[in-house]
């Protein structure tokens, strides 16, 4: 079975630093492109960013409000992909998705049909 | 980077149809043909039900079906059902980043 299990949220301070991960199982990580979408209380979905396959690059790209404080990274052998965020603002207060595609011309179009159920970050004083 | 406009509400009553808006510029929506519509219940994930515009994943069902004119697209449900109530998000590549409509809530009278 295909799945993604996110951890490692919390509540911080604004400022603060918080390392999210997503387990990944039954399917081959390693050639998946991996991306986060957020979603802040009573809010719409927001494209976070995505880290390709290393075979394809391994590189990230970033929405505007995050770039220069989240990194996107990922461990092949664990299968596990991470969400560094750091001076963290209140507006960064959401559910943070996982998610990947099925296919691989999924991963060209943002296409995710693979989903976490999320985690919760909450930045508050 | 700007996100995608949608209405943000949409009723309609079981049997009927209604079509959700999604407009964008000629750097997302209008520029490339790759479209995607997501579903989410409360508390849920969101669920992919149409990308490529108008391609629908395995096991959606036929009611569902998507378009592109221009700068907007369109998703349209036919044969309203109990749990297709939800908010449904576009979502359109735009090169390096994807931008998301705001949502929309659809309530099935």
């Known amino acids: 079975e295909v799945q993604l299990v996110e951890s490692g949220g919390g509540l911080v301070k604004p400022g603060g630093s918080l390392r999210l991960s997503c387990a990944a199982s039954?399917?081959?990580?390693?050639?998946?492109?991996m991306t986060w979408v957020r979603q802040a209380p009573g809010k719409g979905l927001e494209w976070v960013g995505r880290?390709?396959?290393?075979?394809?690059?391994?590189?990230?790209d970033y929405a505007t409000p995050v770039k220069g404080r989240f990194t996107i990274s990922r461990d092949d052998s664990k299968n596990t992909l991470y969400l560094q965020m750091n001076s963290l603002k209140t507006e960064d207060t959401a559910v943070y998705y996982c998610?990947?595609?099925?296919?691989?011309?999924?991963?060209?179009?943002?296409?995710?049909?693979?989903w976490g159920k999320g985690t919760t970050v909450t930045v508050s004083s | 980077q700007s996100a995608l406009t949608q209405p943000r509400s949409v009723s309609g009553s079981p049997g009927q149809s209604v079509t959700i808006s999604c407009t964008g510029t000629?750097?997302?929506?209008?520029?490339?043909?790759?479209v995607s519509w997501y579903q989410q219940h409360p508390g849920k994930a969101p669920k992919l039900m149409i990308y490529?515009?108008?391609k629908r994943p395995s096991g959606v069902p036929d009611r569902f079906s998507g378009s592109k004119s221009g700068n907007t697209a369109s998703l349209t449900i036919s044969g309203l059902q109990a749990e297709d109530e939800a908010d449904y998000y576009c979502?359109?590549?735009?090169?390096?980043?994807?931008?998301f409509g705001g949502g929309t809530k659809l309530t099935v009278l």
């Open positions: 880290i390709k396959s290393k075979t394809d690059g391994g590189t990230t």
């Open positions: 998610t990947t595609g099925s296919e691989l011309r999924f991963y060209y179009f943002y296409y995710m049909d693979v």
């Open positions: 979502c359109s590549y735009a090169g390096n980043y994807a931008p």
């Open positions: 039954g399917f081959t990580f390693n050639n998946a492109w």
């Open positions: 000629s750097s997302d929506v209008g520029g490339y043909n790759y």
């Open positions: 490529d515009v108008s």
